[in-house]
């Protein structure tokens, strides 16, 4: 080869591999113009009691059935043995049922009853747990109850590795407690209770066990590790009860609030409509105890800092189930419906001295909870919706103006339901629409600029429902799902002048008792893990910061467009903390070298960094590996640049960074 052709050689190799190697993509962030606020309520997060979230999930309550009231058999999740007998004439006029224990008339048999438990009881060795039961012995005198923590499958000796002695007296009904320290770790056990001693006849109704540490240790408490991971979310807004469960698969069934305050041992039970909304995932025991109800709901989310945002039924039962109009309230017969709404913001919010400001009070919270946020109706459509909305709004105008309606824009993202709710909406004067989206990889690659155009004079968005559902039975909360949604959270970050709230959903989910997945948080009887989505989460949430600055490629939106190679990006600035916060998401699969001109901002800095980054996108976090993908704090140098700061960097593929740059 002659020298000219390895010259010439050489020089189109290093072309070919500068062609190779992607381009340096400049973004601009500019500093002297601060945008629109980031609302406080703009991350949060949506509980619904599906997957067993509520009983068996975040209420911590280890008995299940606790009021002997499941109305295919009072004796569901128990198992009686010797002489019981289940009576309906027991002292919580709600919840009727109790059962009888008597003498089983031979020295050598015995009358008692196990517990199962949501798919067992979890217990930790060495915590104490917190045994209640109402009871009295209604021939007077007094009687002997053993106490068990069981393990049924033991091959050791005894199958208990718990006990403790309750004697109970007199004919009133009273309630008891004894507290229970297991000195083993077990997550199947068994509560068994025998009648012992002189066995006389004993009357027993809700009973009750709760670990004594549950969150801010309230006694009516939920699971620590399950609240804490809200807390962490620092979420801004708490969306309950749902969710389809809100509407009921009949009006019967639907969510009434009203049903859960007050004492818990007379809050009725309901159906739960996840029991059997899926014959391929069927959990013929699901009801809702409503332990965990609307008073529990507004303290935690004051304890986590969110704003309360209650949905009520507005009069229409689950229209997926409901073909027949006569399923739903005629809009004439709407009164009691739109009282329930006037009456939980009076619950709320109301004075001592109101009626429900009263119920309130005597649950502990004289003060009010300061409700600012209702919604009505979860995913509705057709002219029924805003016909049943309408009169909501008046009443609701004319006694609360401060109270903000959240109206729904149908189950759909888009199509011709979402087409015509919205309008409808924005008509009925809606403060905020709710979105729900469950849609697949490229939905989510294609949005990024999906909230650009929407109108800025109408109702604000409320993005209430969101999660990306992979294709090809992808459909679990695998990494790649994860970053997808990081990507599309840039543009609600973007548009925060239109989108105030966004949650993604559902919250939580038992592995052995789920009906919808990807969930956020996951969790057997003793562990939780924290799903890739979980982390986007809370990277966002915690990063909100106060308001969004404009960032731009090419003074485009940076939005996964053509020709922006996979790169979504947004960019606020936090009045409280002088920093400026910048998200870039890499959805390609190469890495892609970025550099941002900070325009106002002079000098070098120190950034820090936070990175989800994982090489496997089908892989996830679980219970027995759970911090397998985790975000990573890190720091890079950002150089004074010719005329402003430059951050400069390659952003692996599939890959979510985070830069904090103080100003
Ligand atoms: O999040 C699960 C369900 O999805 C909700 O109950 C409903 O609103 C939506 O269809």
């Known amino acids: 080869m002659t020298i000219r052709n390895r010259i010439l050689l050489t020089a189109s190799a290093l072309l070919l591999g500068l062609a190779a190697s992607a381009q340096t993509h400049r973004m601009d962030i500019d500093l002297k113009k601060v945008g629109a606020p980031v609302q406080p309520t703009m991350y949060g997060i949506f509980f619904e009691d599906i997957n067993f979230a509520a009983d068996g999930g975040l209420y911590a309550e280890l008995v299940k059935n606790r009021s002997f009231e499941f109305p295919q058999d009072p004796l569901q999740g128990w198992k009686a043995f010797g002489k019981v007998e289940v009576r309906d004439d027991g002292p919580f006029e709600r919840c009727p049922h109790y059962v009888r224990l008597a003498d089983p008339g031979h020295a050598h048999k015995w009358t008692g009853l196990d517990n199962e438990g949501f798919f ?157 909304t899926f014959p391929h995932r069927f959990f013929p025991d699901y009801y809702q105890s409503y332990g965990l109800g609307f008073f529990e709901f507004f303290q935690l989310s004051e304890e986590i800092g969110s704003e309360p945002l209650p949905i009520l039924s507005c009069g229409l039962a689950c229209q997926f189930q409901n073909d027949d109009p006569s399923a739903h309230c005629p809009v004439d017969e709407l009164r009691p419906f739109i009282q329930d709404a006037l009456d939980l913001i009076e619950f709320a919010n109301g004075p001592v001295t109101s009626t429900w400001g009263k119920v309130r009070a005597d649950m502990g919270h004289p003060e009010p909870f300061n409700l600012k946020f209702i919604g009505i109706g979860n995913e509705q459509w057709d002219a029924l919706y805003p016909e049943h909305l309408e009169p909501f709004v008046k009443a609701i105008r004319a006694a609360y103006p401060d109270i903000r309606i959240v109206g729904s824009s149908g189950p759909n993202s888009e199509g011709d339901q979402f087409d015509y709710l919205w309008p409808e909406m924005k008509r009925l004067g809606a403060d905020l629409v709710d979105e729900h989206f469950y849609r697949p990889e490229e939905w989510f690659l294609a949005q990024g600029a999906r909230y650009d155009n929407y109108d800025r004079e109408g109702p604000k968005v409320f993005a209430g429902e969101y999660a990306c559902h992979g294709k090809n039975k992808h459909k679990w909360n695998h990494y790649e799902a994860s970053i997808l949604e990081a990507a599309f959270m840039t543009d609600m970050e973007r548009n925060a002048d239109v989108v105030y709230m966004t949650a993604y959903a559902p919250l939580f989910a038992h592995v052995e008792g789920w009906q ?122 950002v150089d004074a640049g010719k005329d402003a700061t430059l951050l400069t960097d390659d952003i692996p593929a599939m890959t979510f960074r985070l830069y904090k740059i103080k100003k």
């Open 516 to 637: 919808w997945r990807p969930d956020l948080i996951w969790y057997d009887n003793l562990r939780m893990f924290k799903s890739c989505s979980y982390y986007v989460q809370q990277m966002y949430a915690v990063n909100k910061g106060t308001n969004v600055l404009r960032m731009t490629m090419n003074k485009q939106p940076i939005a996964g467009q053509p020709g922006q190679d996979g790169l979504f990006a947004s960019s606020v600035f936090d009045k409280n903390t002088g920093e400026v916060i910048i998200k870039i998401i890499n959805t390609s699969r190469q890495p892609q070298p970025v550099s941002v001109k900070l325009v106002g901002m002079k000098g070098t800095r120190t950034a820090e960094t936070i990175t989800l980054s994982h090489n496997g996108m089908d892989d996830e976090n679980t219970l027995d590996n759970p911090e397998k993908i985790t975000p990573k704090n890190g720091t890079i140098s």
């Open 120 to 276: 067992g009881i979890g217990v930790k060795g060495g915590e104490t747990y917190r045994f209640t039961v109402w009871a009295r012995v209604p021939d007077g005198g007094s009687s002997e109850l053993r106490i068990e923590l069981v393990n049924t499958a033991s091959m050791g000796e005894d199958q208990f590795f718990c006990q403790a002695p309750l004697t109970v007296s007199g004919k009133d009904w009273k309630q008891y407690e004894v507290v229970l320290t297991p000195n083993t770790t077990f997550a199947k056990s068994v509560l068994r209770i025998f009648l012992v001693g002189n066995r006389a006849t004993t009357d027993l109704e809700h009973i009750s066990l709760f670990p004594t540490d549950t969150w801010m240790g309230h006694r009516n408490g939920m699971r620590k590790d399950l609240a804490q991971a809200l807390a962490d979310l620092k979420p801004g807004v708490f969306r309950f009860p749902g969710g389809c469960i809100v509407e009921g698969a009949d009006l019967a069934t639907r969510y009434n609030w009203k049903n859960t305050v007050g004492p818990v041992e007379n809050r009725p039970i309901n159906e739960n409509r996840w029991e059997y």
